[in-house]
């Protein structure tokens, strides 16, 4: 039997990266139509960038595997995933595991409190209509206004180019989550898909460029697997847009088997590990 163990916290990126790390370990060594146990039974935190990360990894394995799951013993960790509307979007065995071990129907049917003015829970990305239901969404969490220079459309750009991206180039499943935290004055961004990644979409198109040149190259330039001129620039404008006007802004991306943490003019390797199917950008913003 395969075991993929991942104890301690989900909350970061750099969790995420470990995570697909595991799965990238775990595919290696399993035989199709085998069963996979992911063992979550030490997860003793969870964020909304670690439920996409974690949605988007299931999602992978299950399209080759068969799916058990240890569930945490953390009882807060799983209600933070029914709030988190994990359950809706993850693959029915993981449900399954879950409501084989557990009284699900608590967490289902319990009152939720009213978030709508500081949450966006996951939302699954197929069309060009989901993103204008997010964006909608957005407006009605952080309203028409601004806040100390960064305007809610600044925010609405950024999220239509990275959704919309998903959607195009994301080929199986893409997610997104928008959080507003106003005691900290801060939006934070997730949005994930389980695609071949940036670098086996483009790196035909930069021939004789390194690995991490070529994401270099999809963030801070207008390096496109399309011929349109117009094409090639939405990285571009969402790296502008979000440092442009958002003192302190943290933006991140994990592709293809590695992670970065991307500046108004660099790029910086944070980690390399291995290959597994997946684009991640989080963006925290200070408004």
Excluded at 208 to 224: F, G, P
Aim: glycine share 6%.
């Amino acid at each position: 039997m395969n075991v993929l163990a991942y104890s301690g916290r989900l909350k970061n990126i750099d969790n995420v990266h470990y995570l697909l790390d595991l799965s990238s370990e775990v595919y290696d060594i399993t035989e199709s139509a085998e069963t996979v146990t992911i063992d979550l039974s030490e997860l003793t935190m969870i964020s909304s960038l670690g439920c996409i990360g974690l949605l988007s990894a299931l999602d992978t394995l299950e399209r080759f595997f068969y799916l058990d799951v240890t569930i945490p013993k953390e009882l807060n960790v799983i209600s933070y995933m029914e709030r988190m509307d994990f359950f809706k979007y993850c693959p029915s065995e993981v449900r399954n595991s879950f409501e084989k071990k557990i009284d699900m129907h608590y967490y289902y049917n319990r009152n939720r409190k009213d978030t709508t003015n500081k949450l966006l829970e996951i939302q699954k990305l197929n069309s060009a209509d989901e993103v204008d239901k997010i964006c909608i969404a957005i407006r009605n969490i952080l309203g028409n206004g601004s806040y100390e220079g960064i305007r809610i459309s600044d925010i609405i750009r950024i999220v239509t180019e990275l959704a919309s991206n998903a959607v195009e180039h994301g080929e199986w499943n893409a997610y997104a989550s928008i959080q507003y935290y106003p005691t900290r004055g801060t939006v934070e961004i997730t949005i994930g898909d389980n695609g071949i990644g940036i670098y086996r979409s483009l790196h035909e198109y930069l021939p004789n460029q390194r690995k991490h040149e070529v994401i270099r190259q999809a963030v801070m330039t207008r390096a496109s697997r399309y011929i349109d001129g117009d094409r090639g620039r939405g990285l571009m404008d969402v790296k502008r847009t979000t440092f442009n006007n958002s003192y302190n802004a943290a933006f991140y991306l994990r592709t293809h088997d590695s992670t970065y943490q991307i500046y108004p003019e660099n790029l910086e390797l944070m980690y390399s590990g291995k290959y597994f199917w997946g684009t991640f950008f989080h963006i925290e913003l200070r408004i």
